[in-house]
């Protein structure tokens, strides 16, 4: 349940944020700079948020699957993707400050990833029979 409520939380952020939140607020009315101000200062909030739901499931994955599991199946890959994309974001923005296009690829990769995850199954443990 820990890996569902994480990704909820992280991959509907997103999503829900850049394709219900930003295109309302520029139909409203509101000047521009504005908006692209507001979306700045959430998209770094939404990328903690991200890195967070990351964390917690690759914990998960390693306690169900073991931590070889990280690189051996596609979730794995996938939740590293994501965590790369986060670091990536951070780093773009606050160390090389480098143009917004990068920090969008980023915001990018990490969602597309997170919908991959979504289409996954949850991990789950196998429960072993006592004799």
Known sequence: MLWQLAQVFWVGGLWVFHVGLVPALKVSGL???????IAAQIDRWLIGVALLGLLTQ?????????????????RGQMLLLGLGACVSYYTLRYG?????????????????????????????RAHRLRR
């Open 58 to 74: 690759l914990a998960v994955l390693a306690r169900v699957e073991g931590l070889s599991a990280w690189g051996r199946q596609f």
């Open 31 to 37: 000047a521009p700079l504005l908006v692209q101000d």
């Open 96 to 124: 090389i400050s480098v143009g917004e296009r990068w920090q969008m690829f980023c915001f990018l990769v990490l969602g597309f990833s997170g919908i991959v995850l979504v289409a996954q199954p949850v991990p789950v």
